[in-house]
């Protein structure tokens, strides 16, 4: 049983064992988390993005420059995007960056809004704007770099980032800057003579409020629970999120009962609150700091001052009224009867027994008020909690023990920004009111120092530093503090160097870096270097010994934490979960689910321990060869080899940050570790790892595609199928995130493999729905089944997989009388292929085939031929369509609860999909369900998730079939 039984809430309530005054309160279904995904790359999501009014734009300044200042003179939207919450320890900032569009004139996109009728992506047809909300914290002794860092990328200025996009905007007079906290009073004055800006105050309860309505509606894990250091995300259903009760525990505590948007109360409060324990804890242990203080508690043991129920009871519990010995009868109890003093308690015991006894006060009361209004949830926020681990147990398991395990407390990942985020949102015409879960995509990037650490640091020259690739460094020692402040714990970075293997070479070639850098510290202030440099040399740097705990921090750990109290405990959590949230208003939820609020994306649930060792390990030994690749896709050059490095740093660290609290970003599972892979090496400029390995395979694949179409079409229509599906099967050999596959491709040629790969099938497959497959499409005797009447293929790999599998497949399909969407990855992740290289593929493949080139002219993807899209619809209106859409996603796998709007609209009509590869169909969606009938094919090419999945062996074979929900219920009648 946990030790924390040791530190029971104090007695003293009458109606402790009163059952019925206890209404059972509930939290919704209690996942572990999934992270989240988005695509944070501009280039490939922006055709599905709101765009700027680029009419009549034009560059202003020199032509030669390297990032020419735009005008943008018909761009009138006026997006407020700053606002603060000063308080006394800590300024949060809230601040939206616009997405640059760089949308290409991609004419199959054009020809898809004709045949869809999506409509036309000018952001006026959405109600928010594309962009990105960023999170930020200085520390308030320093808002003097606050201001630095508002001024260097021009927040204050309103609209646009005027610097960037619109430098001669003038200086606003009147703008104004909605900010909450005592600090909006006090240091309205400040901005005004700094930033030349007015503040506008705003209610610090409703912000409060408006910020965490915001998150628990707009953010899929949002909330969580946190017992013995295990954290779990809990689903809010935000239809039945109201009423709440909003406990902030900041120097005093606040309830407040919140029903609804801009509708609460503050029902009740303690004097008793954070500024207690840290004032009477300073008094008594001289501490110099809050964490110290904290920390101090961890280390506590609280039986050697407060006095307990076996003290009274010579060492029995009292049964009869259901408390146990260990219960506090009474805090700092015992100090009365033992002759000591001060000096004689352990400041760590002094702290523990201050800490248990204000959080078990504070959640007695919230509990209490909960049961007096009959509120279902109790979230706790503020400055007390800011994350720390050891305090939310100890406020979870009062909550626990006052309810008698009926509530659970629950906290907010991003809790120390409820009322940053509240400011932002009282500016009339945010529009974030208007957002969905699926519009919002959270990315944790690394080079970017600002992205939601206990920041303070140097002002960086622009909203895109990373686009932009420069910044400007600040003195050495915001550089130094800004060191200690990525969204990476030193300890990460300290377990990489100690794990992994590749880190002597690595190690070797950045200390060349930081010899060749040094001189870049020594400029100091005003020296131009690129964030990269700068996060190569930041990597370098701290793989230096550091302390485990250094001093004045809340260290990572390092503390004999007792073992009862969790042994995983972590107290600055917060300060590095924080990511940058991705607005994306064009991302929908895919129609063809049967239900997506209970749809879960991961089939493999790395909560499970053993779990999340092997993939970190496969993902580990992958990446050497990972950034070969990288390297080489850009050329081999010096700053290739170095981002190489660096992107091997980086996704390490994540690893190991993962690895020490896998739910450090939200809820994690295999589909989110292999996008943040693929985000990871987007963040460091490599476009596309295995472009000229795609582009060999399409060569040599469509170089065999008419023999095989030759051989398909001398086979009768039964054993043509049974060869299409096997010959997917087989051609999902083709897959350079498979360490296995990537071995064999030493061993032969493409088309050696291929044929070996096709040779070896042979049915039953492991798991082998073909017959049903068979039944649908081809029928059974003389009754000819309606072909369907829109397949969506969900193609996986370039080369082999999608020439000589997948379109074979989508022509016979085409040929039936059905039309095909090939869905693809709008951005490149490893081999897959990517909806801008369709178009391409398909001509070539048309050249050989009539049934593809006609099915191609007419879904507008032949577009060289044709002069416009409509017209060419009307020519063909004899053949069905073969169209191309983007998925909405760059990784290899796919969360069906975000994809691309043009993906949504081609399944308005679909009644078949066919989800292919290993990432769509097993690690992902291996147990969706759709609405319409869904074809799942990959091979397997990982033995462990053979054994796991399909108790099978590595290349074993799925062949799933899922008939439509209602087909199920008519054969079962039948
Ligand atoms: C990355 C992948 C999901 C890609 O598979 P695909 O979707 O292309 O079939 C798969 O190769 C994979 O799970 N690889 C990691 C495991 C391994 O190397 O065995
Ligand atoms: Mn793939």
Redesign the pocket.
């Known amino acids: 049983m946990s030790s924390l039984t040791e530190g029971h809430p104090p007695i003293g309530i009458d109606d402790i064992n009163d059952e019925s005054k206890h209404k059972k309160l509930n939290t919704d279904v209690v996942e572990r988390e999934s992270g989240e995904r988005e695509m944070g790359h501009s280039i490939h999501r922006s055709g599905s993005r709101p765009q700027l009014d680029l009419s009549k734009a034009a560059i202003q300044g020199n032509f030669e420059e390297k990032d020419p200042t735009i005008l943008l003179p018909n761009q009138s939207d006026d997006i407020s995007h700053l606002a603060l919450d000063i308080g006394g320890s800590l300024i949060k900032l809230v601040y939206f960056s616009r997405h640059e569009d760089r949308s290409v004139n991609d004419r199959r996109k054009k020809s898809i809004k004709e045949i869809f009728g999506v409509s036309n992506c000018n952001r006026r047809s959405y109600p928010i704007l594309g962009g990105r909300l960023h999170f930020v914290k200085f520390e308030t002794t320093k808002i003097n770099e606050c201001l630095d860092f508002i001024s260097s990328k021009q927040l204050h200025r309103g609209g646009l980032d005027a610097r960037h996009w619109n430098s001669d905007a003038p200086d606003n007079e009147n703008a104004v800057i909605k900010a909450t906290g005592g600090g909006a009073f006090k240091f309205a004055d400040l901005f005004k003579e700094r930033l030349g800006v007015s503040i506008d105050k705003e209610d610090e309860m409703g912000c409060l409020v408006s910020g965490a309505n915001f998150l628990l509606k707009a953010i899929r894990h949002e909330a969580f629970t946190h017992m013995e250091g295990h954290k779990e995300f809990v689903q809010i259903d935000t239809n039945d999120l109201f009423p709440y009760l909003l406990v902030n525990i900041g120097s005093g505590v606040s309830m407040i009962k919140v029903d609804g948007d801009g509708k609460f109360q503050r029902v009740s409060g303690t004097n008793v609150g954070g500024g207690t324990y840290w004032g009477l804890g300073k008094l008594l242990t001289k501490c110099k700091s809050f964490d110290e203080l904290l920390e101090l508690s961890q280390r506590g043991d609280n039986r050697t001052i407060d006095m307990l129920v076996g003290d009274i009871y010579g060492g029995m519990d009292y049964s009869k009224i259901g408390l146990s010995a260990s219960t506090i009868a009474s805090s700092f109890g015992k100090a009365i009867s033992e002759n000591k003093n001060l000096e004689d308690y352990r400041p760590e015991d002094i702290s523990l027994s201050l800490l248990r006894m204000i959080s078990y006060n504070i959640g007695q009361i919230a509990y209490l008020n909960a049961l007096r209004f009959g509120l279902k949830r109790i979230f706790f926020g503020g400055f007390f909690i800011r994350g720390h681990a050891y305090t939310m147990d100890t406020i979870s398991f009062a909550i626990q023990f006052w309810s008698k395990g009926d509530a659970q407390a629950m906290f907010l990942r991003h809790e120390g920004f409820l009322g940053a985020l509240g400011a932002f949102m009282s500016y009339e015409k945010h529009g974030l009111d208007d957002l969905m879960v699926h519009h919002l995509v959270e990315r944790f990037p690394m080079g970017a120092p600002y992205t939601g650490g206990k920041i303070h640091g140097p002002p960086l020259g622009d909203l895109n530093e990373k686009a932009s690739g420069e910044e400007l460094v600040g003195t050495r020692s915001s550089w130094i503090s800004d060191m200690a402040d990525s969204n990476l714990s030193r300890d990460a970075w300290v377990q990489y160097s100690n794990s992994s293997n590749m880190l002597g070479s690595i190690h070797c070639k950045l200390h060349e870096n930081v010899h060749q850098l040094a001189s870049f510290q020594s400029v100091g202030f005003k020296q131009k270097i690129s964030w990269m440099e700068k996060f190569v040399r930041k990597g370098t740097e701290i793989t230096a010994p550091v302390p485990m705990a250094p001093p004045g921090t809340t260290g990572l750990g390092g503390f004999e934490v007792p073992s009862s109290k969790g042994d995983t405990l972590r107290s600055d959590a917060s300060n590095l979960n924080v990511g940058v949230l991705h607005l994306v208003p064009t991302l929908e939820v895919f129609p063809l689910l049967v239900d997506p609020k209970t749809y879960e994306p991961n089939t493999i649930d790395l909560a499970d321990h053993g779990e999340l060792e092997y993939w970190f390990t496969?993902?580990s030994e992958?990446l050497p060869d990972l950034v070969d690749k990288a390297v080489a896709s850009e050329g081999g050059t010096e700053d290739a080899k170095r981002r190489g490095d660096a992107f091997a740093r980086a996704f390490s660290a994540h690893l190991a940050r993962l690895m020490e609290e896998p739910a450090a970003y939200g809820k994690l599972g295999l589909a989110n570790l292999?996008e943040l892979r693929e985000e990871c090496l987007r963040e460091f400029q490599f476009v596309d790892a295995y472009r000229s390995i795609k582009q060999r395979e399409n060569e040599a694949s469509l170089a065999v595609l008419p023999d095989l179409l030759m051989e398909l079409d001398s086979m009768n229509e039964e054993a043509r199928l049974l060869t299409l599906i096997e010959g997917v099967l087989a051609a999902?050999i083709f897959?350079w995130?498979?360490?296995?596959?990537v071995d064999l491709y030493h061993k032969g040629t493409i088309i050696e493999i291929y044929r070996m790969s096709r040779n070896k099938m042979q049915r039953p497959w492991r798991v082998d729905d073909f017959d049903l497959f068979k039944k649908k499409v081809l029928g059974s005797g003389e009754k000819k089944p309606h072909p369907h009447k829109r397949a969506l293929l969900f193609v996986?790999?370039a080369g082999a997989?999608v020439v000589l599998g997948m379109l074979p497949l989508a022509r016979e399909l085409l040929r039936r009388g059905t039309e095909v969407v090939l869905v693809a990855n709008s951005l490149p992740a490893?081999?897959?292929v990517t909806a801008m290289e369709l178009p391409d593929i398909v001509a070539e493949a048309a050249k050989h085939c009539d049934i593809l080139r006609r099915a191609a002219e007419a879904g507008g993807l032949l577009v060289d031929v044709m002069i416009n899209a409509a017209d060419v619809n009307k020519e063909n209106s004899s053949s069905v369509p073969l169209m191309v859409v983007e998925n909405g996603c760059g990784s290899?796998?796919i969360d069906l609860r975000q994809v691309s709007s043009e993906l949504a609209a081609a399944a308005k009509d679909a009644d078949l999909v066919i989800l292919e590869?290993?990432?769509?169909s097993l690690?992902t969606n291996y147990n969706a369900q759709f609405k319409c009938d869904a074809l799942k094919l990959?091979?397997v090419?990982?033995q462990r998730?053979a054994e796991k999945l399909i108790k099978g062996n590595i290349y074993d074979c799925v062949c799933r079939y899922e008939p439509a929900s209602s087909d199920l219920q008519s054969s079962s009648l039948s």
């Open positions: 496969v993902l992958h292999l999902n897959d995130g498979s360490r296995a596959c996986d790999n997989d490893l081999n897959d290899p796998c590869g290993m990432g769509r690690h990959a091979m090419k990982n998730l």
